[in-house]
């Protein structure tokens, strides 16, 4: 009986270990696409497409969306890249979304 807890508590912590891992994953990704958008000569869909990029390569099988948009960051120009995926519940299915966001100043052109 015993053994049956320390199981279920191993696997609990392995999901959530796995949940952060995801949840990590989808902030640099997004910081990535984010600093890629605001260089120079480059728009906030290429940001986007720059972090679903390295979130698939980092995330095989998860579903992950994105979006770019242009924002103003304490009155100056900047970039926004948010990423959505699903929360991993049981192994990487999951039932809820997760959404980060990242921002980077744009470059003077």
């Known amino acids: 009986m015993i ?7 191993a ?3 392995l999901q959530v270990v796995l949940a952060l891992h995801v949840r990590n994953t989808l902030i640099s990704s997004a910081h990535e696409g984010a600093r890629h958008a605001a260089t120079a000569d480059r728009e906030p869909a290429d940001g986007a497409d720059r972090a679903l990029e390295v979130a698939h390569q980092s995330l095989p099988g998860v579903e992950v969306r994105a979006d ?3 924002v103003s960051i304490d009155g100056a120009e900047g970039v926004r890249v948010t990423l959505s995926a699903p929360v991993p519940v049981i192994g990487t299915w999951g039932m ?3 959404t980060v966001e990242a921002r980077a100043l744009e470059e003077g052109r």
Request: zero cysteines; aromatic letters at 0%; proline letters at 0%.
């Open 68 to 70: 770019g948009a242009t």
């Open 3 to 9: 053994g049956t807890l320390v199981v279920l508590l």
């Open 96 to 98: 809820g979304d997760m």
């Open 11 to 13: 696997l609990a912590l």
